[in-house]
């Protein structure tokens, strides 16, 4: 399960906000195509923050969902017109709202419970038309086994990726300055391996329309992830 502590999620805020700001263009000209160009958006798993500074940018009144803390204190500070939640989002009451998204695949760290109850909840939260964007992890020919690594200033991750059945688990090395030195920390991510068909049935029976994507706008999705654009009927 994620916890993203404190100082991953720095790291997480200094070294990865790029995917954020480069799916931003192409996000909202996604919800303008849908003739959603002001009202209420609700970030899921918002992260710190980036994307919802880009829709409050934009006009919209934003509400930011993030379980971390950690997170949720930069998230503040980058976006401080948000309504921001700290919780769960499969258990938070997302409030009536034109736009939806998750992003980074948020929805892989849902518990391993049917989504189609979540979805309908999702949908009843909508407007009609409304949009409902999210990026997730999907089966592969090849399961998933590598190790990476990215540094910034006073700071490193590495990272072990593993895959065993419909999960992916991510082992996480973060190093910190902390005074003339480096402060090490550890976190253990799991995800889930979803299902690009039960995800469209799901979405279906719960009210939308839906197509699927490899990309937000200019942005190419990483491989084995996949955008669902689904809109309220």
């Given at each position: ?71 949720a ?26 736009v ?14 049917p ?17 409902f ?48 030195g ?27 329309s ?8 200019e ?8 955008a669902f ?5």
């Amino acid at each position: 399960m994620s916890s993203y502590g404190e100082d991953l999620a720095y790291i997480q805020h200094q070294g990865f906000a790029d995917f954020s700001e480069s799916a931003s263009p192409g996000l909202l000209r996604l919800m303008a195509r849908a003739g959603i160009r002001h009202g209420v958006a609700v970030d899921l798993g918002c992260g710190s923050g980036q994307w919802l500074r880009e829709l409050d940018r934009a006009g919209f009144r934003t509400v930011g969902v993030e379980s971390s803390r950690s997170l949720a204190r930069i998230a503040r500070k980058i976006a401080p017109r948000t309504r921001l939640k700290v919780g769960s989002v499969y258990e938070v009451d997302v409030p009536s709202c034109d736009v939806i998204t998750a992003l980074g695949e948020v929805l892989c760290y849902l518990p391993a419970r049917p989504i189609a109850p979540w979805f309908r909840r999702v949908s009843r939260a909508l407007r009609p038309g409304g949009l409902f964007v999210f990026d997730v992890l999907v089966a592969g020919a090849r399961p998933m086994r590598y190790r990476t690594w990215r540094s910034g200033p006073g700071w490193a991750v590495l990272v072990s990726v593993s895959e065993k059945g419909r999960r992916v688990t991510r082992e996480i090395t973060t190093f910190r300055r902390a005074g003339e030195g480096y402060r090490r920390a550890y976190e253990r991510h799991v995800l889930r391996v979803l299902s690009r068909d039960r995800l469209c049935d799901a979405l279906r029976s719960a009210g939308f329309s839906v197509r699927v994507s490899r990309r937000y706008g200019e942005l190419e999705l990483p491989p084995r992830r996949l955008a669902f654009v689904a809109r309220k009927c």
